[in-house]
């Protein structure tokens, strides 16, 4: 056995990375669609558009865009 072969990836070790990676990117997709990352979105905006500026608790922006989508239902389904 030489060297490349040591390290050379076999078929299942490509196989589990590439199940590996579509799990992330499901969770991702997910996460996002639902709403998850929504705190660390405006985080890292603020940050990068507004370095200044001092960013809500979490539980300050939940409520804030809480009581937001209360006033504002827009296409809600409840």
């Known amino acids: 056995m030489t060297d490349m072969d040591a390290t050379t990836p076999g078929p299942l070790q490509r196989f589990g990375a590439r199940v590996v990676r579509a799990g992330r990117g499901i969770r991702w997709y997910v996460t996002t669609l639902m709403?998850?990352?929504?705190?660390?979105?405006?985080?890292?905006?603020?940050?990068?558009?507004?370095?200044?500026?001092?960013?809500?608790?979490?539980?300050?922006?939940?409520?804030?865009?809480?009581?937001?989508q209360d006033r504002n239902p827009g296409a809600r389904c409840c």
């Not at 709403?35 to 200044?52: C, E, I, K, N, T």
């Open 35 to 68: 709403g998850d990352r929504a705190y660390d979105v405006y985080v890292s905006h603020l940050r990068a558009q507004h370095p200044d500026a001092t960013p809500l608790t979490e539980r300050q922006f939940w409520r804030q865009r809480t009581a937001e």
